[in-house]
């Protein structure tokens, strides 16, 4: 069996690890947090950057640190994660939604304007498998009418827009250092500050609302409660893992771009009968080869290519649900404050025969996001995928379309 995904170790974990241990500084904020984070300021023009224990949490302080308040708007495309708006949702905010572009599942930056209320803080763009947004677009949005701008990159590290890194544009990224992204540490994050205003404020948060980062530098000669947070920085032991893998960075990139390119070129005959969409990569995009997907023509379609490639031995997965359709948002779309969006239900046929009911916002209509959600697929994308693996899940899907 072909798996999806299988989390690759270069080699030095285990030994950056020991040394940790035995350094005797465990808890967070020691060499190994510096050494990573130093690197991503230098490498990707971070003003910047605070590990933290998953892109989760990163989500989490920037909407500490956007100051959202109950009834404050957020907009964010449906397809995505539920961590990209439920950071939002604890502090209060009612996500509007946002419908994904015809050709990528990435925000439709033409569309966010029209959603744009006087209470509208903050738009949060995701990266999705590293493709940049628009960013141009929606920087220039957030400017006329002063709102801020959160990058979820939880799967863009390495990768750029425009010649600018992916989480250096936007006034705050957050990014996944979870075993399914391209480097990893088990469970393990980063925020990206890049607007100067946050910095200080964003180290408090990090440690417990105290001024320990400025005790620590000799700025204070105590320090204490000064603010809202909470304990969001990783132990040591998440950074020294993470440090071989940042120490290896080009080489699992280099190779996943090559199993992407060769996933390309072997399903473009396919594309080009109209069996299925290939990603493209916009001219003002790089590509970090974080995930292959095809985008298939229906959700039967699909559920029937999962099962054939299962059946011969491939593992493929289909990736998120609209969150606009989730029980958790249409259950509470109508009584958080200032949201007074009214819910039916609707009858869903789903591809067994099965009717189930399921509760729609009523006038919520994203099309291209329900049209990810049913008709994208994820094949397998791993360091060690070996290249003879790729060919077999090329020909396995070859073969599921010619014998119709
Ligand atoms: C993986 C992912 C997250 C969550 O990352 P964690 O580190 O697991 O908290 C958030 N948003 C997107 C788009 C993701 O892919």
Known sequence: MIPFNKPFLTGKEAHYIYQAVYSGKLSGNGVYTKKCQTFFEDHYGFKKALMTTSCTDALEMAAILCDIKPGDEVIAPSYTFVSTVLAFVRQGAKIVFCDSCKDNP????????????????????????????????IMDIARRHNLLVVEDA????????????????GHLGCFSFHETKNIIAGEGGLLSINDERFIR??????EKGTNRSEFFRGEVNKYGWVDTGSSFLPSELISAFLWAQIENMDIIQTRRKEIWEQYYEGLKPLAGKGYLELPEIPDYATNNAHMFYVVCRSLEERTKLIKYLKDNGVMSVFHYLSLHKSGFYTGHADSRP?????????????????ITDELRVVGLDLPECDRFADCLLRLPMYYELETAEVNEVIRSIHAF????
């Open 106 to 137: 990435n925000i439709d930056p033409d569309k966010i304007e029209s959603l744009i209320t006087e209470r509208t803080k903050v738009i949060v763009p995701v990266h999705y498998a590293g493709v940049a947004c628009d960013m141009d677009k």
């Open 154 to 169: 939880a799967q863009a590290i390495d990768s750029y827009y425009k010649g600018r890194a992916l989480g250096s544009i």
């Open 201 to 206: 404020r964003s180290e408090i948060i990090w």
């Open 338 to 354: 200032g949201n007074l969006q009214e819910v039916e239900m609707h009858n869903v046929k789903n591809f067994d025969g099965s």
């Open 401 to 404: 379309y010619e014998k119709g």
